[in-house]
């Protein structure tokens, strides 16, 4: 992957920012292409990216400048953290310099999950999703089986360890990733050794449990511990339930839509539905409430796509578990629009006011796919 030059370098390119306010023509431009990242940078909204342009965003970042349209904080917010920063005014000098060939918020935001069992699959998958170079991975769960065994999450570390290491890596909790106390109780301690580093550090996140919720370019993304069997109380009036409710009666203005990642499908056709109704009744109502455009699910080895009430449910559950085959009498068939029994991983776009939905196999095939109209 390239890396984004940062850190010092960063800091010192800045300086130069009050010399190009004054000769905001001496760098040669460099324009974008006529694609779907036009905007990026452009805060000026000339058609070039330029040191001009991150003196401006710099000065917006200091507050010394107001006033932008909603385009120009698109257009400035490179890093794709809902945040317009000095970092972002650095990116775009370096892009105008030629040192970075690209941005951060042109990246896709990938969502996969249950790894478990196979592992030559699950590293081809990985490694699938390490040649698109995202911006960010979210695993849906279930990352090893048994996994209240450290042995086999090291052996997930060996197959996997290179996305963690490479991009930015979130994970919910899935009903494998789980350790159990000395009555035999379930808790979540193994996963969190394993994973709870790599929450990121703008996530809104009380250092301990294992729901939390992050902004990356204009979305919302809640992550959510679905396992009501295995120690993570989801019921009404739970810690965790009136935690999402305040989270999502809190989100800010600048967010476009929102998406739920969690294990356990409130709605599926593959053989595990024993989750279904208790999910279907707590969350359900929240997530049609609050206009919630896709919650992203695991646990039915295989890619579905149902849609009910304004939401869309997506099954990404082929990461290298076994995969299942759909049950034609579930009644969740009536909600049920796609089910394909392959290995995949999903990516997520935004633009202008779309969202951009894709299901990839690792042949980079794309076999499913949505756009889907954003607020304004």
Known sequence: MKK?????????????????????????????????????????????????DAALTLQYAAGLISGWTEDQIIAGDVNADVNITSYDAALIIQYSAELIDEFPCEKVIIIYGDTRSQREIRIQVAQSIAEEDPLIIFHSGDFCRPGHIQETWDDWWDDCEFLVENFEFVSARGNHDTSFDSTGAPIPD????????????????????????????????????????????????????????????????????????????????????SNEEFLQETLVPLFEEYEISLVFCGHNHSYERLYKDGVYYIVAAGGGAPLYAQNPADPDMQYSQLYIMDYHFCELDIYRDNLLFSAVDTTFTVFDSLIIELDE
């Not at 030059?5 to 010399?19: D, H, M």
């Not at 967010?255 to 599926?268: D, E, G, L």
Request: charged residues 20%.
């Open 190 to 273: 193994i996963f969190m050794d394993n994973l709870a580093e790599h929450i990121p550090p703008d996530a809104d996140w009380d250092g301990e449990n294992t729901w939390f919720s992050l902004n990356r370019k204009q979305i919302h993304f809640i992550i959510l511990d679905s396992n009501q069997d295995y120690g993570a109380d989801i019921s009404e009036g739970s810690p965790q339930y009136n935690w999402f409710v305040n989270d999502l009666e809190n989100i800010g203005e600048n967010i476009r839509t929102t998406i739920v990642i969690m294990h356990h499908p409130p709605y599926s056709t593959g053989p595990h539905s």
């Open 4 to 52: 984004i030059v940062g850190g010092i370098l960063g800091i010192c390119i800045v300086s130069i920012f009050v010399f190009s306010l004054l000769a905001q023509g001496d760098n040669s431009p460099k324009s974008f292409e006529e694609n779907r990242f036009i905007l990026y940078g452009d805060v000026d909204e000339d058609g070039n990216i330029t040191s001009y």
